[in-house]
């Protein structure tokens, strides 16, 4: 059975009393979405290397480098966009502490969220 996000502010008030906090994004991408933005991340960087380069090796010769400056700004936000939201999971548990905010889990549902939680608690303690 899937948590709903009463019963997580449930578990996560049990988990970190009055400062705990859960937040859900209808808007971020699911884990597949994700991979696919990494992927297209992780593509968009080794290219982004390839045409500096080039750029460089271009400048050293001529002038005209104004296309490759274009596709380079392109890139640059293809990265931008992908940095933001391949991170983004939906579903993330912690603490509000004051003015400072503490994920101390993500997933695509509540029960991955807080299983984060208990795996980084089990990882402290070893």
């Given at each position: 059975?899937?948590?709903?996000?009463?019963?997580?502010?449930?578990?996560?008030?049990?988990?970190?009393?009055?400062?705990a906090e859960?937040?859900y994004?209808?808007?971020?991408?699911?884990?597949?979405e994700?991979e696919k933005?990494?992927?297209r991340?992780?593509?968009?960087?080794?290219e982004?290397?390839e045409?500096?380069k080039?750029?460089n090796?271009?400048?050293?010769e001529t002038?005209?480098?104004?296309?490759?400056r274009?596709?380079?700004?392109?890139?640059h936000?293809?990265i931008?966009?992908?940095?933001?939201?391949g991170?983004?999971?939906?579903?993330?548990?912690?603490k509000n502490?004051?003015?400072?905010?503490?994920?101390l889990g993500e997933?695509?549902t509540?029960?991955?969220?807080f299983?984060?939680?208990?795996?980084?608690?089990v990882?402290?303690s070893?």
């Amino acid at each position: 059975m899937k948590m709903t996000k009463t019963q997580a502010i449930i578990e996560a008030r049990k988990r970190w009393g009055s400062a705990a906090e859960v937040m859900y994004s209808p808007k971020a991408p699911r884990k597949e979405e994700r991979e696919k933005l990494i992927a297209r991340l992780k593509a968009a960087r080794m290219e982004r290397e390839e045409v500096e380069k080039e750029i460089n090796r271009r400048l050293a010769e001529t002038p005209w480098w104004v296309e490759l400056r274009e596709k380079q700004r392109k890139l640059h936000q293809e990265i931008q966009h992908c940095q933001g939201y391949g991170n983004f999971d939906p579903c993330r548990v912690g603490k509000n502490e004051s003015i400072f905010r503490s994920i101390l889990g993500e997933g695509d549902t509540w029960e991955e969220a807080f299983a984060q939680v208990d795996q980084r608690r089990v990882e402290k303690s070893s």
